[in-house]
Every structure is written in structure tokens, then in C-alpha cells.
């Protein structure tokens, strides 16, 4: 029998790390969950009631204006690792397969594959909470 190759989780993008060290993680994640996937312009003296102040809060939207003011910031997705984390959580949590799933958008046999590579790289604990807040936000368990 052939070993089978150790499978390695796809890592966070560079790009948020990169948003991690700049920013700190609150306002990296904040960004992420608020513009994942866009590219914005973060204007030198921006209105009160701007967009990115809304959606980031006005301490977090200051200190990403006092960085990054007058210019364009890529902000990643990380749509994948956000799903990978979600599927692990509510595993840990006892959710069945089908309905992790249905919640996460993905096929149940997307769910084993996971479940399956988190156990293959030696994950200690499928319940393993995200570690930046990016996970989709499971809803309450129905009684």
C-alpha cells in the first residue's frame, strides 16, 4: 500500500497578512468582512459619514485612513479559509454534515473533504474558533 502525500490546509491569503501587519488584525478582519474582495480608495480627509466609516466604525475607519489615506487597498476575500473554518467550527459544535452544508454553501461531500484533510494534517481540535473573526456567522442552533 502506498502512503498517501500529507495534505497541507491552504493557507491565509499574503494579501490579509499583509492587511495584518499594517492595520492590526481588528481592522484587517473588519475590512475583510466589510469589503472582502474589492479594491478602495481610502481618501486623505474623508467625510464623517463615508462608507468605510459605516461599515468599519470610526476608530477602526481612523486608523486605516491614517495608513492607508490617499490611496487604493486590495482587500482580499478569503472566502476559502473563512469557509474551511466555518465547516471545522460547526463540526466541533455537532452540526450533521447536511445541514453544515446547506449553512456554508458548499456540497456535503465538500464537508468531508475538509473534515477528512483537518484530520490528515494533524488539526487538533475541529472546533478550532477562527483566529481572525472571518467565519461566516453560524445561526443559533434550532431547538
Not at 465538500?110 to 474558533?129: F, I, N, S, T
Request: charged fraction near 20%; glycine fraction near 8%; aromatic fraction near 4%.
Amino acid at each position: 500500500m502506498t502512503p498517501r502525500p500529507k495534505v497541507t490546509p491552504r493557507p491565509v491569503p499574503q494579501a490579509y497578512l499583509d492587511l495584518i501587519e499594517d492595520l492590526g488584525p481588528e481592522v484587517a478582519a473588519a475590512l475583510v468582512r466589510a469589503r472582502g474582495g474589492e479594491n478602495v480608495y481610502v481618501p486623505k480627509r474623508p467625510r464623517p459619514d463615508h462608507p468605510l466609516a459605516v461599515a468599519l466604525g470610526h476608530e477602526r475607519f481612523a486608523v486605516l485612513v491614517e495608513r492607508c489615506g490617499g490611496g487604493p487597498v486590495q482587500v482580499p476575500s478569503c472566502r476559502i479559509a473563512s469557509r474551511r473554518a466555518t465547516i471545522l467550527t460547526l463540526a466541533g459544535q455537532g452540526w450533521p454534515r447536511a445541514r453544515i452544508a446547506r449553512t456554508v454553501g458548499v456540497t456535503e461531500t465538500r464537508v468531508y473533504q475538509v473534515l477528512r484533510q483537518a484530520r490528515m494534517v494533524g488539526d487538533p481540535e475541529p472546533a478550532q474558533p477562527d483566529l481572525f473573526g472571518l467565519c461566516h456567522q453560524p445561526p443559533p442552533p434550532q431547538a
